[in-house]
């Protein structure tokens, strides 16, 4: 769609059902993790479609195929009938294909402007760059998405709802005739919300086909022409738009078969002393009304869809975020950290999510990235000097005890060349240096593989069984079996909490998507 072709709202083009993209008989698998198991769906000019269902279903990695990132084992892509191959992320451009991700692709220090116009063949040479700083393409297609700010402001100084159109408008400018966009609504407001879906909807009755992927099944039932749900790698349920109920979708992405539960030598023990304890925590939109308690030695798991506020409640209870109202307690005393360091001085370690952007210095060696937060364990006494033979000789240890598998230079090597499951191993080795009596894991297995997976949630279990409370967050619920217990997070507040036999994938995702269990 060329944003010169663009009507404006309130003026309705005709559109045709016509079916742009299809897939048939899409495979994909990793090693043993069949991740698309013969997928079959397609796409219409002049639709929003929904794609829903649960972390690891498949969605993601059928968009993947889509956008160019992921070659399909097997199966085919046709787009307006003809079979075609999608190499990389320019071919699918090229084709008409764009895909706005949750983190978006702008380059903050340029203008609005810019962005819309950067890598179209009107912003070669840097023809983007015009006296006023607005091309006029960009404010043609500005305009007719309603968007009411300055299109030469940099892009860092836009809030989320403002960076999402602008990367809308850019998929216009690439005359794009589908675009899919995930979870575009999980960091807005009410309002934000709203107003995102109505320029979704406008794009559709223009002649776009929209791929809609949320876990907002609200805003799916309203928006959506036709919805896809997605279990195990498969398609389990389409329905058209009369059909479609929230009870429906639910019970297509949970599925009715049993689910895997917990082992039975796992069992909560309710005796031991609570460590945490947090109550009503809120902060803006992200935390709604966040409750639990952490006891002595426990492994507990908090499970959450996007959006849901888990990373936020981990940030506010290690110190980074500052909560608006709520209590939080700590070994019986009231809690409430400035900050990071004064979450460390009380004993709170937190493993972050973005390991490589938040956890490590990539430059800086084995040991260096260690002892970051404990340097003076190593200082020489009555000087301000380490001894980096000291630190290296107890980070040689360290790493043997934790499993890290050193190549050539040992700890002395810079940390980037290690793997993703041997660099985790070393962010976990530093805040057990610091000795927490509670240590908060975000995603701890996020891009290590299954051997390396296995030997993280080994050392997890044995840091609990030393007395150590833990809490575990992870999209992958299966990781979150052997907990002691879960506790569910939706749309910033606890929802509820599972124990003993109770802890399986199907009930997780029950109270994800706030479903009885009666399925009334």
Known sequence: MNATELVPPGQRRPTSAATFVEVQALTKTYGAIRALK??????????????????????????????GLEQPDSGSIRIDGVETQIPNPSAATKLGLAFIHQELNLVETFTASQNIMLGSHEGAALAYRRIDGVHPTARTVATML???????????????????????????VHDCRLIAMDEPTASLGAEESARLLKVARDLADHGV???????????????????????????????QRPEATRRRLVEAIVGHEAAPSRPASRVANDDRPVVLEVSDVRRGRALTGATLQLREGELLGIAGLVGSGR???ARAIFGAD??????????????APRSITDGIRHRIGLVSEERRAEALFLDLSVTGNLYVNTWRKHRIRFTPFTSSRRAERQAAEVSQELGVVLRQGGVRQPIGGLSGGNQQKVVIGRWLQTEPAVLLLDEPTRGVDIG??????????SFARAGMSVIV????????????????????????????????????????????????
């Open 311 to 313: 990373t936020e409640l």
């Open 38 to 67: 013969g997928v079959n769906i397609a796409f219409r000019r002049g639709e929003v479609h929904g794609l829903v269902g649960a972390n690891g279903a498949g969605k993601s990695t059928l968009v993947r195929s889509l956008a």
């Open 322 to 335: 500052r909560i608006d109202s709520g209590t939080m307690r700590l070994f019986g005393r009231p809690y």
């Open 146 to 172: 309603g968007i009411d700010f300055r299109l030469d402001r940099p892009v860092a100084r836009l809030t989320v709802h403002q960076k999402w159109l602008v990367s809308i408008a850019r998929a216009l």
């Open 209 to 239: 086909a929209v791929l809609f992927i949320s876990h907002r099944l609200d805003e799916v039932l309203e928006l959506c022409d036709r919805v896809t749900a997605f279990r195990d790698g498969g398609v389990s349920a389409t329905m």
């Open 473 to 520: 967050i992870s999209s992958e619920f299966e990781e979150l079996l052997e907990c002691d217990r879960v506790v569910v997070m939706s749309a910033g507040a606890t929802v509820g909490e599972l124990t003993g036999a109770s802890i399986t994938v199907k009930d997780m995702l029950r109270l994800c998507y706030h479903w009885p269990e009666s399925g009334s």
């Open 452 to 461: 390396a997976r296995d030997e993280i949630y080994r050392r997890i279990r």
